[in-house]
């Protein structure tokens, strides 16, 4: 795990729901979807990821189960509501246009200014 | 965002703590072990994969305080909230068991009422259709100018715009009130969708028997079909599940082939649905009938889009009407809001009125909340010793204040629990009976409906919550204040807590209350008995009816004759309905007038000739007058008391001679004669301008009363119906035997005369009051709770603060008796100020009570029957100081410095 970024105060959540958005998973997995899809970029204190999943199941966003996982122990699967597939649209929304204007901001030229 | 499911996990998080705190442990050890099976598969050592995968996950109690904080749940921890506080409640509950029962039903009723009153609210104001994406059903709407005038869409519009609208599925219906004969019981005409089958598959509800209507249905020539709804099936067919396939008449002869499921009266309220015959009525669009038309969303349609597209093709159809211009188009939602319905605009205003209607109960609840207050503190400061102890041993006067409210929470939750079981009784109880009253000529929507949805029960419960704080926090505030300075004292005697001003305020107004509340509602109930005098004649064996005549439902879409000619038509089938009565050996004798006794009859403002006794106000007399058949005294049996009834004559010339009753000599002439006299109508409900002009009639005979109930009393005057039979008219059939089971056949003969004749409200004459009857008793019902509730918490109250006083002054009592003072003048002086405040209320109850007989039509307004009642409350208020008297009396001076 090399050039790691740590993520950005907030940003916690949305990934949570864009790795749930994928498909159903439990807590590691959630870990590790994270990891793939930002191609090992983004580095989570772990144990941060139980209480921020907390909070989103408390919110109706996310909803859980309990399944067996791959190693055959009981495991709790989440999964995303539909309320949490409408907070995921605004919210990759507001992002990218956030990202946009910085990315502008931040390549402007000094006879821009 | 989410409240519900915050309530919910909140709960959870509340009342299974350890559940959630076990699957949390569950999840940490499941994740690390997990981590540390992947590092191992990296080539590390299992002791070594262990020991990172647990220093990778970070610090595990930091983190479940982390979990329990994310769920909202840190506040809590924070009360020190436990279950030993809430099984210390319950038994606080037992133990108190009077004070228990008061408290709790005196919350539960206003719980009850807020919770019936929110859900009542909500649905009326923004009510749901209980389908299947209930959301996506609309109403539809286009209107075309034509000279100026706007005229709605007919059915050839909608045959257009059916094979055109691409984003709606389209339906449309017509109603009309229908005769159904075929079943097993007579009943009114029953309210008939003619529809097109659409309605079904955008409804989405499968019949509960047989198939709703297809397609096919609407085809000419095809077989005619009916399918009823739950209600009808239950009242006409008793239930029968072999109704599919029976024949019946309804608007003709036709095969009923589904029954709809219980709850389901789409389009609005309808008990039966036919199939419209859309191309057949449309054939010629000058002669096409108006429509109502519905639909449904198609997928991924908007509303907006839908809108567009039914304005383009408005256009094109308004243009295959010469002379006619599109104005406008409309998709609305399906289920109107009541203030829609009522004024035709959701007007914000109507909706802030309905939902400041919760402000009532709310004011209950906070009336109530400060008499469990009262009693709950009386009850505390008897606790006064074990908060000392509790406070000196170092409990914190939050750690106090918050067992307290806990013992408060729980005896609201219990209150919550039961009024919600009283509110969901109550929803549908109050439907039924306001409905009826307020919008007589419509029967309930469908998506009005008396269980509770998921928001009323929250508030029910953040009411438990409010009434607890206010009830428990407030007095344990009040007993804990201070108590480090009654630590430092040698006793603990209550002396350090007083009943302030406002418990006494309360006091005072609750037994004012106590007071005024029988009073109304023994008014209440004593013009609740006026209602239904009993009637000289035996009104069993007459059944009655109204009869009205409608060409429309003789399955003639269009009226097309003369006024004269319907009115011909009638008399005739009205005169062969008769003939054919008096020739069944089950009548004896029929008559017709345009009410019935008993019913409701408009008020008609009247003068009389040589002055009559001073009128009740500016308005002058007012009484009930009935158009009747010269037989109608015979054939109820009634000889008049003075003078002669019509002659024939003067029935078919309408000649202006009256009748008046018995009430209205005493009540109108103050006695005497009235033969010869003249009177005349001046005004009525309809026109209320006085006029002069109006005829004088002749007083010929004086009848007994037979129930002319005008709002105004019993005065009445009957009058010659006169040539033309007037529809409206009400049939009264005297029946020898089972008078009941005589309804069925009076309908058949009815539609056997004339498929336009149609009898309505068909039943024995002692039933007529029936449904103001089930008004006044609802509203009496009301009463009378609150009245056993108020009367309940005063003695309750008064108990409380007298039991207090004995308390907080045993040792004075004591001292007093052992220095020799006389014990009864002494708990005299003890009681001198609660015994001030129990009389002030009375006094101040008492003269409401007087105002209020003076002011509203209270038989409770002579001065000396006032004070008889009044001194009877305080008497029943002073029967709750005995036993803290006798307590007091019994006060052992040598125990009593002793105590504490």
């Known amino acids: 795990m090399t050039d790691q970024a740590n993520i950005l105060p907030g940003t916690l959540d949305l990934l949570i729901l864009k790795a749930v958005s994928l498909g159903k998973l439990h807590g590691y997995g959630v870990l590790l979807r994270i990891e793939q899809i930002s191609g090992g970029a983004l580095q989570i204190q772990q144990g941060a990821l139980y209480p921020a999943l907390y909070r989103l199941e408390h919110k109706g966003l996310i909803q859980s189960e309990w399944g067996t996982s791959e190693n055959n122990r009981r495991a709790k699967y989440y999964s995303l509501t539909k309320a949490g597939r409408r907070q995921l649209g605004e919210e990759v929304a507001s992002w990218n246009s956030l990202a946009d204007a910085i990315a502008r901001a931040l390549s402007a030229r000094p006879q821009e200014g | ?367 109530i909340c400060a008499n469990v207050a009262l009693l709950v503190f009386a009850r505390t400061v008897a606790r006064e010793g074990e908060i000392v102890v509790r406070t000196a041993l170092g409990a914190t006067r939050r750690r106090i204040v918050t067992q307290l409210f806990t013992e408060a929470l729980v005896l609201g939750t219990l209150a919550a629990v039961l009024g919600l079981a009283v509110a969901g009784v109550g929803v549908g109880w109050t439907f039924d009976v306001m409905w009826g009253e307020i919008l007589e000529d419509f029967p309930l929507p469908f998506w009005f409906h008396g269980g509770l949805s998921g928001p009323t029960v929250v508030y029910a419960g953040v009411l438990g919550v409010l009434a607890a704080v206010v009830a428990g926090v407030v007095p344990a505030l009040k007993v804990t204040g201070g108590i480090g300075g009654r630590l430092k004292e040698t006793s603990a005697g209550g002396g350090g807590v007083k009943l302030g001003g406002a418990w006494t305020a309360v006091i005072v107004v609750q037994v004012a209350v106590s007071v005024v509340v029988p009073a109304v509602t023994l008014a209440l109930v004593r013009g609740g008995e006026r209602v239904t005098p009993a009637l000289p004649f035996p009104v069993e064996e007459y059944v009655g009816a109204a009869l009205d005549f409608d060409p429309l439902l003789a399955g003639e879409v269009r009226a097309d004759a003369g006024a004269a000619e319907l009115a011909a038509r009638y008399g005739a089938a009205r005169a062969e309905l008769e003939r054919r009565l008096l020739v069944d050996p089950e009548v004896s004798g029929v008559t017709f007038s345009r009410r019935l006794p008993l019913q409701y009859h408009p008020w008609n403002q009247i003068e009389v000739d040589g002055g009559a006794i001073e009128p009740p106000d500016e308005r002058g007399h007012r009484v009930g007058v009935v158009a009747i058949e010269p037989d109608y005294f015979e054939v109820l049996g009634v000889p008049l008391l003075v003078g002669r009834g019509f002659t024939l004559t003067e029935a078919e010339s309408g000649a202006q001679v009256a009748i008046v009753n018995q009430p209205f000599v005493e009540n109108v002439l103050g006695g005497g004669s009235p033969i010869g006299r003249h009177v005349r109508i001046l005004a009525n409900e309809d026109a209320r301008e006085p006029r002069f002009d109006r005829p004088w009639y002749e007083i010929v005979g004086v009848a007994p009363s037979l129930g002319t109930r005008s709002g105004y009393g019993f005065g009445g005057i009957y009058v010659p119906s006169g040539p033309e039979p007037a529809s409206p008219t009400y049939i009264v059939a005297h029946v020898r035997g089972d008078a009941p089971a005589f309804g069925p056949r009076l309908q058949e003969l009815a539609l056997d005369v004339d498929q336009a004749l149609t009898l309505t409200g068909v039943m024995t004459l002692d039933r007529t009051t029936e449904s103001d009857e089930r008004f006044s008793a609802f509203w009496i019902r009301i009463a009378t709770a609150v009245s056993v509730l108020a009367l309940s918490l005063s003695l309750a109250g008064i108990y409380s603060v007298f039991s207090f006083t004995v308390a907080r002054r045993t040792r004075e009592i004591g001292i007093r008796v052992a220095l020799g003072a006389d014990a009864k003048s002494v708990v005299a002086s003890v009681f001198a100020r609660p015994l001030f405040q129990v009389v002030l209320g009375g006094v101040l109850g008492g003269i409401a009570t007087y105002g209020l007989g003076t002011v509203g039509e209270f038989s409770l307004s002579s001065a000396v029957g006032v004070l008889a009642y009044v001194a009877l409350t305080l008497a029943i208020c002073l029967l709750a100081c005995v036993v803290p008297a006798r307590r007091a009396l019994r006060i052992e001076p040598s125990e009593a410095l002793r105590a504490e």
Not at chain 2, 69 to 90: E, M, N, T, Y
Not at chain 2, 195 to 215: D, E, K, M, N, W
Not at chain 2, 281 to 291: E, I, K, N, T
């Open chain 2, 1 to 367: 965002m989410g409240v519900l499911a915050r309530f919910r996990s909140l709960l959870r998080g509340l009342l299974r703590r350890s559940d959630v705190e076990s699957e949390v442990q569950e999840e940490f050890r499941q994740h690390i072990e997990l981590r540390a099976a992947d590092l191992m598969r990296d080539g590390m050592s299992p002791d070594e994969a262990r020991r990172r995968a647990h220093v990778e996950f970070g610090h595990a109690e930091g983190l479940r305080d982390e979990a329990r904080a994310s769920r909202g749940l840190k506040w809590f921890d924070g009360l020190h909230f436990s279950w030993l506080d809430v099984k210390l409640g319950l038994r606080m509950l037992r133990r108190y068991p009077g004070m228990t029962v008061t408290a709790g039903l005196a919350l539960a009723f206003a719980i009850g009422v807020g919770a019936s009153t929110f859900e009542i609210i909500t649905q009326v104001v923004s009510p749901r259709l209980p389908l299947d994406e209930g959301d996506r059903v609309v109403r539809v709407s286009v209107r075309y100018g034509q000279d100026g005038r706007i005229e709605p869409e007919t059915l050839a519009d909608f045959a257009m715009w059916r094979d055109q609208v691409q984003s709606i599925k389209l339906g449309a219906y017509i109603e009309s009130y229908r005769t159904l004969v075929g079943g097993q019981t007579a009943g009114d005409p029953v309210l008939v969708a003619e529809t097109t089958a659409s309605a079904f598959s955008i409804a989405r509800v499968p019949p509960l028997l047989g198939r709703p209507l297809i397609p096919a249905d609407e085809e000419p020539g095809a077989p005619p079909v009916a399918v009823i709804g739950y209600d009808l099936w239950r009242s006409r067919f008793a239930g029968d599940s072999t109704v599919v396939g029976r024949n019946i008449v309804l608007g003709g002869t036709r095969t009923i082939v589904g029954v709809m499921p219980d709850g389901f009266g789409f389009p609005i309220w309808h008990a039966a649905w036919m199939p419209l015959r859309v191309s057949e009525l449309a054939s010629d669009p000058a002669r096409a009938p108006g429509a109502e038309v519905f639909g449904r969303l198609a997928a991924g349609a908007t509303v907006e889009e839908a809108q567009a597209e039914l304005a383009t093709v408005g256009l094109r159809t308004a243009s295959a009407v010469p002379g006619r211009s599109f104005r406008n188009a409309g998709v609305d939602r399906y289920a109107l809001g009541i203030t829609s319905i009522i004024s035709g605009t959701s007007s914000g205003v109507a909706v802030l009125l309905a939902l400041s209607t919760n402000l009532l109960p709310l004011a209950l609840l906070a009336l």
